[in-house]
């Protein structure tokens, strides 16, 4: 048997392969590049790579291994919840907006609840508002431990992720105890937030919030001399604040980048302006000034919740509105008008006065808001999400132009990304 | 429910009309900045929205920027099917010195298109990408107005009212 000859580099490329690339790369290909050309490189990273965090799929132009373009291609998790709350009552919006930020619902549940209380001119009561900011704030936490975790993992510090993960299941420990829910919560409702903690809940919160500043140091003391973090975070994915307000960037990756803007202290809602905190900020821009930030944060969240057990008020936890919140289990079954108001909020709903409203807080990941749109009916006209990461995820570009191919998985950690709450 | 809510506290009465929201925003930065522009205007529960005309939203944007309105938050559109213009494209501002944000709304017909704005704003280049997507809303003028949630050969607008909920259309 005479033995097969090698095959020429040229036959193994199959006819009519280069109209293949550029076929797929048409509707996404970096602009003004050509998808095969002899001088750069096309690399399709995603739509299943693990430091996407998700379902991202990018469409990188390399020379080499430097990035000459990048192109982000979103929507494979688009699930439509935009349209979907316009079929539903207002009450029944809150558990969709759990899965859109799936990593901070309470904050999702939070912007709906403050932009439907806005339409409807709601009070709602002190001790709720403390509630949603003591709930928002260990959210920041759990969100931000995720990010930590997954962000160093991605560099390849396996023992952080680990660490971060066990602060985090306390965390989850604590909104199963509120709620009901690890990560789904719904627990702050349009009028007030859903239940009134367990008894003996605010000692194991105090008991977490005491402990964790040192467990803080404990993944800085792991990161922070640590020679491959350092070199692959420091001057890497700058992003000037010129370009931070022009593209649209918001929250840690904004302050990051020099610009003072947060939302709980500039524009407070839910009563954040009786708390005292400091906005961390960082002149560097880069991948490390962000990581910076967000420990900061993470600190400071645990000053304003400590002040929230602290000052926390009596009182209700609903507004006192009967023909929106759903009444006591108690009063239902023994006043007539309870079992009545309580019949007709499931079954019709409550109509809402017509009109636009939009909502803004800090979520873990920047400025979220919400826009709804009422046209007097029990169900939302149009309900519209603002949310970080989209906007974020414009600049990625300009972070990563003349970067290594490695720093891309830098900066995609660095922005804290979400596919959930940028595909809707 | 046909009875008015009687558990909240009271507001501040809204303001309608171009003449009235001036008079009583004298000194807002917007309102000064887009005198000139504005067809209609509202403040209403503590927010201002700005009606502009469809042909003027670049001008508009550019005023609103050298306003002190340095933030493209946010663009969407509202169908208002079947009543014409049919689309309503609310643009949300914020300054982040005077931290205050507003809404500058312009409506257009499902014949009509719209200038892009992401010369004022690149930010604004996504969102147009949305608006176009799901509303089928056009932009003279986007450097790469395509799909971006739905896909390529996808047909119709999801986000537009005659397009059902659940089913097949």
Known sequence: MPPIAAPDAEDMIAPGVEDVVRASVEHHHPHGSDPVSDQTMILNMGPQHPSTHGVLRLVIELDGETIVSLAPDIGYLHTGIEKTCEAKFYAQVTPMTDRIDYLCPMTNNTAYALAVEKLLELEIPERAQWLRVLFNELTRIQSHLVWLGTHALDIGAMTVFLYCFREREDLLRIFEAVSGQRMMTSYVRVGGVALEPPLDLFAIIRKFLKSFPSKIDEYEGLLNNNPIWIERLQNVGYLSPENAIALGVTGPPLRASGVDFDVRRDMPYSSYEKFQFKVPVSQRGDVWARYIVRMEEMRESTKICLQALDGMPEGRIVADAPKIILPDREQMKTQMESLIHHFKIVTEGFQVPAGEVTSSVEAPHGMMNYYVVSDGTAKPYRVHMRNPGFATLQALEVMCKGQLIADVVAVIGSIDIVLGEIDR | ?169
């Open chain 2, 1 to 169: 429910m046909a009875e008015p809510i009687t558990d909240t506290v009271a507001t501040p009465q809204a303001v309608f009309g171009k003449d009235a929201v001036t008079a009583e925003l004298a000194d807002n930065a917007a309102v000064n900045g887009l005198s000139k522009l504005i067809t209609d205007a509202k403040w209403d529960r503590g927010e201002l929205t700005l009606t502009v005309a469809p042909e003027t939203i670049v001008a508009a944007m550019q005023a609103a920027q050298t306003a002190g309105y340095n933030f493209f938050e946010d663009l969407t559109a509202v169908d208002w099917y079947p009543t014409a213009p049919r689309f309503q494209l609310s643009y949300s501002v914020l300054s982040l010195k005077l931290k205050q944000r507003i809404r500058i709304v312009a409506r257009i017909d499902e014949s009509q298109t719209i200038a892009s704005i992401t010369s004022v704003w690149p930010a604004a280049n996504f969102y147009e990408r949305e608006v176009f997507d799901l509303f089928g809303v056009t932009f003279a003028g986007h450097p790469g107005l395509t799909r971006i949630m739905m896909p390529e050969n996808w047909e119709g607008h999801p986000l537009r009212k005659d397009y059902p909920v659940e089913g097949y259309r």
